[in-house]
């Protein structure tokens, strides 16, 4: 019993604090439940999302525990499914978004002049517009699509990765062990890679978990205004705009809000988490409250 405790205070003692916090512990329970969600989905789900089956708005009870939407179709089923296409998009969207701004921060931070001039002018094109206004202008000039409008949020997203990323870019790129390696004859390019960025990667992770929720609100957003997802899709923000016509039947747009809600605190505690466990004085800092 004595070896068995031990052991487990071992293993207990090898995560870090900031990852024991019961904000970080209900982030990480809530986040991975609903990829098991996504992954299992047609096991888990008991009615065919798209099958118009059962009672029309009927309130929640035996059959169909969160009721049933205008058509029939079952409300649970509807939202394990579209967890299916919420997430990945949601996933797939921050992770173009993290390539595609960090490589051009860090060539923008590096390289400078014209090439820092042109990226960092074209990003401060993009910010000067209100990033929902901009959005829906891209996703209706391309039609209205769930992919569209991955490409529209893709637009608005990817300049505060490459403006954090350039910043980052600058502080390190000065440092001693960049230069030595520019001395002994290293490439641009083999320094950037090598020596740069996995000492920047860290903020960038951290602005990316914490920038999940927001991308995932904005799909959302804009299938709710009619331009991403179509009927019957079963994607969260379209299920909310359906129970907007509907508006005595309660659950058919709450249960898809509160399902959107829930990931986007899930990842914005998982986010404070991995921003305090990267950071060195907050880290020790909660060591030692914990203490």
């Not at 090898?14 to 329970?29: H, I, N």
Request: net charge positive; aromatic share 8%.
């Amino acid at each position: 019993m004595k070896r068995a405790g031990l052991f487990a205070r071992r293993r207990g003692s090898r995560l870090p604090q900031a990852w024991r916090r019961p904000l970080a512990v209900v982030g990480t329970v809530v986040a991975l439940a609903w990829i098991v969600v996504a992954l299992a989905a047609p096991l888990l789900a008991p009615h065919d999302p798209l099958a118009q089956e059962l009672p029309r708005l009927a309130p929640p009870g035996p059959g169909h525990w969160l009721g049933t939407d205008q058509l029939g179709r079952d409300i649970l089923s509807r939202i394990m499914y579209g967890a299916r296409v919420s997430i990945p998009l949601t996933l797939l969207l921050v992770a173009l978004s993290v390539v595609i701004g960090g490589l051009l921060g860090a060539c923008a931070g590096y390289f400078g002049r014209w090439v820092d001039e042109t990226i960092m002018r074209l990003a401060d094109l993009v910010f000067a517009f209100p990033t929902v206004i901009l959005a829906m202008v891209v996703a209706a000039a391309l039609g209205a699509s769930l992919g569209n409008a991955v490409l529209a949020v893709l637009v608005v997203a990817w300049p505060a990765y490459a403006r954090v990323t350039r910043g980052l870019v600058l502080g390190v790129r000065e440092r001693e062990f960049v230069l030595s390696g520019r001395l002994l004859g290293f490439s641009a390019w083999r320094s950037l890679r090598v020596d740069v960025l996995p000492n920047v990667t860290g903020p960038v992770l951290v602005l990316a978990t914490l920038d999940i929720g927001t991308a995932l609100l904005l799909l959302s957003g804009l299938s709710f205004l009619g331009l991403g997802a179509k009927p019957p899709s079963p994607e969260w923000g379209a299920m909310v705009a359906g129970g907007v016509e509907v508006f005595d039947s309660w659950w058919v747009a709450t249960f898809p809000g509160l399902a959107i809600l829930t990931v986007v605190l899930a990842f914005n505690f998982l986010g404070d988490t991995l921003r305090d466990a990267l950071d060195p004085r907050t880290a020790q800092a909660i060591k030692e409250r914990a203490l």
